[in-house]
């Protein structure tokens, strides 16, 4: 299962389970996410990494996710363009009260676009 929530309905999210600790989240690009660069902005990417990032952690029996982030390192690539983006998001560790993990993100042509990890606090 993955978290339910209406933010990531609206950037029109669609998940992979790769594994119980990992997953692949595809954001499709809209108009909407780019910035006056024409890239993808930042904040956008950022949100892709967090959630991937977060759902790669079990959710409860209400499909509510189970950790919140207290830290998150983004490191910008490239200018993300095309017609999507995908999340490689990985479970580096769960801790009893922070857990961690990593995200790698592409563009449709496989190119690295930015990359990120996190901690996160156990709910």
Do not use: W
Not at 5 to 23: C, G, K
Not at 44 to 69: G, H, K, P, W, Y
């Amino acid at each position: 299962m993955f978290i339910q929530q209406p933010f990531d309905e609206f950037l029109r999210f669609n998940y992979e389970r790769v594994s119980d600790t990992s997953l692949k989240v595809i954001l499709p690009i809209q108009p909407l996410f780019l910035n006056s660069a024409g890239v993808v902005h930042g904040g956008v990417i950022s949100s892709l990494a967090d959630v991937a990032m977060c759902n790669t952690f079990e959710v409860d029996v209400n499909n509510r996710q189970t950790v919140v982030t207290v830290d998150l390192k983004m490191t910008f690539i490239k200018g993300a363009k095309g017609e999507y983006l995908i999340a490689h998001a990985d479970q580096v560790k769960k801790g009893r009260t922070l857990s961690h993990a990593d995200c790698l993100i592409y563009d449709e042509n496989n190119n690295l676009v930015a990359k990120a990890n996190g901690i996160f606090a156990n709910c």
